[in-house]
Every structure is written in C-alpha cells, then in structure tokens.
C-alpha cells in the first residue's frame, strides 16, 4: 500500500540525514563502505534502482489533527485562523488538501504580495421596486460603520455624468474602504502565511471518508447513524495508490465539489425528509466573465456598478479596459460539464444592458472571457459553516455562491473559533448552520450580486 511506501520513503530521509551528521558527506566514500552498503539495499529493494534521497515533501503526512479540504481561499483562510488562534506554537497539525495543482505556481519564498486595492467603491441601482430594499440595507450597513450614502437619480447623474439614469429610483455608493482587489494575490497571501505557520500541503484527491458509526434514536424517535470520519484516503497526483491520513477533524471546504465531497461521508443518505437524507445543496454553477475595450467609456472614476437588471461591471487596469457580466436565470444556466465560453450569452444578455446604462458602451469590443465555477447553494444562495449534526466532526465553510472572496477572512476565524472554543466569538454564524436545510429556514439576503 502507499503508506508503506511513504514509511520507507521517510526511513530513507532518516537514513540520509544521519549520513550526513558524520565527519565527511555520504559521497565521500573512500574505503567504499556507502557504496557497499547501497548495493544491498538494492539488491534487497523490489524493481532494482534506488535512490535514498527521493523528495517525499509531495505526500500527505499519516495524521493530522485537522484536515482541510479544498485550497481555496476559504480553505487557506480556515489554515491560516486555525494556527493563528492555536494555543501555542504547533499545538495543531493542520493538512489542506486540494486536487487542483494549476492553482499554485508562485513561489512561496518570495515576499508578500500586495492584494492590489483598487478603493473605487460600489455603486449600485435600484429601481422603484426595489427602492425600499436598499434603503434598508444602506441603514444596517452604516449601523456596522461603512460610510455608504444614497443618491438620487438627480445626484447620480452630477457625480457620473456618463450614466443614463432610467429606471433608477436610487443607488447606494460606497465612499471609503470599499473597491475591489486581486484575488489571486489573496489567496497566496493567505497560503504563505499558513505554510510559515507549519501547515502540511498535499496536491491530491480524497476519494474516501472512512468513518465510525454508532446508532441512536432521537427524542422524535427516529432511528439515526452518528458518525465519526477518522481516516482521509488522498490519491496523490500521477499514482494509482492512495495516503491514509488519520484525522480527528475534517474540513469540508471544497467549494462547487463539497456536495459530492459530503456524500462521500454518506450525507444525504436516507430517508427522504429526514435528518439523515438532508443532503448538501451545493453544485457547481458555471458563470463567465468577459473583458471589453472602450476608450470612450467612463475611465478612471468608474466603480464596480451593478445595474437594476444584474449586469453589473468594473474597469479593469488604466487603458481603457473593462470587466463584467451577469447571471444567468434559472432556465438560462449553462452546462457546467466544461469551462467553454458562451459569447451569444454576452451579446444578447450582456451588451444591451450595458449599453442601455452607460451609452458609450454600444461601441466596446471584447477583448477576452473565461468561464468558472460558483459554489452555488440552491437551496438559499447563502454560505454553510459550522457543523453537520450526524457526521459530528464534519464542518463546512462552503456554499457561498459567488461571495466566498468577500467573506473569506471572517469565514476562516469564525470556523477557527468554533473548533478551537466550542462556539463563534467574534460573529455569530449559527444561522448559518446545516440544520437550516432540514428544517427549511432560508437565510436570504436582499439586493444581492
């Protein structure tokens, strides 16, 4: 097996570094003993050649106190909060484990990077309809300290001259801290900082759960399975075999695949309407993003606008360049079987409301576009954090549908918090819960993008 291989592979590390304690190196091996000495190993080693300083930093390590799934920004924020609140220096041995390796090509000895701010705000518009709603929203927002203020159709026409303002009853601007970022520079921020603060990495696949099962009946009566996930199998990359990896906790941070990555622990699984068949409403939803030229549109002072229909857009760089899109309606979601772009999609759903809200957009070009995937929770669009109540070291931190870069940084403590303390400190997320599912209590937001 794997872990076998594993062993024997750090054995040969072991073996290597005390070679290397003596007086003289490994290859300075004048009365030949080394040389000796390697040809029986060899001799005795299945498939001939051997080699003892083989790099195994690639392999998952055997245990792990926790195991995070999916290295994605939620999943590095999560590593990062967790060894930042540990109560000293590696009291918790934490793994991220993520399939993807095209995700990770800077170099982790280089300085931080900056994230790149671009504090130009958010302007978003509301129609008649949906007037109220924002004004709700911009009270509970400056209730929490952000400087946003309310502009009407006349003030927004005099601080954005370019945008025509019909069917804009009101719009809501956010004036200071708020813009965009690089995400890219984020999650490597996020992934440095926890890999100096003794976090293991692993590029590889789980492709088992392995779990405990203890039977009980609730005060309903109903017959239930409480489980307990105490070894991950982690295919690694270009292998047939498989590293078991004990673990006292997993992290289910794996994004539009944590659905199926919870039916691995047996999720969903059950009868249906019961606490045991609740499964995980997460799915991959594909959305585009497109990139156009417009030397004539709205320039340096354009913020990230989202307009009454949903399009919404942003510059991009200081040539004249610009990013946006829209999401697609229930009966218009794409195939998300692959990451082609649909580029009808942005000429008779894009386009015509751009051009529609800032005129001098009927002459951009589209430079370049590219598809990705949300973590899309179906059931109320909002994110899952916490606990799942029958595979009772199983958390989440997914499911966030688009928003998972905003709320990265608050998700990561949060799900620290609770590990660590037993409960949230900071925010309280428990609304947030699996339970909502089986239940069938919405955590819906208003006005949302």
């Not at 400087?147 to 200071?176: H, M, R």
């Not at 606490?275 to 959305?287: A, C, D, F, H, S």
Request: net charge negative.
């Amino acid at each position: 097996m794997f872990h076998r291989v594993l062993l024997l592979g750090l054995s040969r590390g072991l073996l290597s570094r005390g070679l290397r304690t003596r007086s003289r190196g490994p290859f300075d091996d004048k009365d030949g003993k080394w040389e000796e000495f390697k040809k029986k190993v060899q001799a005795a080693w299945p498939g001939g050649s051997w080699e003892p300083f083989s790099d195994t930093s690639h392999l998952p390590p055997e245990r792990a106190d926790v195991v995070i799934i999916g290295g994605g920004v939620i999943g590095w924020s999560v590593a990062y909060w967790l060894k930042r609140l540990e109560a000293r220096r590696n009291a918790i041995r934490v793994l991220v484990v993520e399939r993807d390796p095209t995700e990770y090509l800077a170099v982790p000895d280089e300085p931080p990077l900056d994230v790149q701010f671009n504090p130009s705000g958010y302007l978003l518009l509301a129609s008649e309809e949906n007037a109220s709603v924002m004004e709700h929203n911009v009270k509970v927002q400056r209730q929490e300290g952000a400087k946003v203020c309310l502009l009407s159709p006349k003030q927004l026409k005099n601080k954005f001259p370019w945008i025509n303002t019909d069917g804009v009853a009101l719009a809501s601007y956010g004036i200071e801290n708020e813009g965009w970022f690089d995400p890219w520079c984020l999650l490597q921020g996020l992934r440095r900082k926890a890999l100096s603060m003794g976090v293991y990495f692993s590029h590889g696949e789980v492709t088992e759960l392995v779990s405990s099962v203890r039977p009980m009946v609730t005060s309903s009566g109903e017959q239930v399975n409480i489980k307990r996930i105490y070894e991950v199998h982690v295919k690694v990359n270009n292998s047939l075999e498989y590293q078991p990896v004990e673990c006292a906790i997993v992290i289910n941070a794996a994004g539009a695949w944590s659905g199926q990555l919870s039916e691995l622990a047996g999720i969903g699984i059950g009868p249906p309407g019961s606490l045991q068949g609740t499964r995980l409403p997460v799915e991959p939803r594909k959305r585009f993003v497109y990139v156009w030229h417009c030397p004539q549109g709205p320039g340096l002072e354009a913020p990230l606008i989202t307009d009454t229909s949903g399009t919404y857009f942003r510059r991009e760089g200081l040539g004249g360049h610009y990013l946006g899109g829209c999401s697609p309606t229930e009966e218009e979601e794409p195939d998300n079987g692959d990451l082609e772009v649909d580029h009808n999609f942005f000429q008779e759903r894009v386009w015509p409301h751009l051009a529609q809200r800032v005129p001098a957009f009927n002459t951009l070009k589209v430079r370049s576009a590219w598809a990705g995937y949300y973590d899309y929770n179906t059931f109320d669009q909002n994110g899952i954090v916490g606990p799942h109540p029958l595979v009772s070291n199983m958390y989440f931190a997914t499911g966030f549908s688009g928003h998972g870069l905003q709320h990265a940084p608050a998700v990561g403590r949060a799900v620290a918090e609770i590990l660590l303390n037993g409960h949230f400190n900071t925010i309280d997320l428990n609304p947030f819960s699996f339970n909502r599912f089986y239940l069938g209590e919405k955590v819906l937001e208003h006005n949302i993008i």
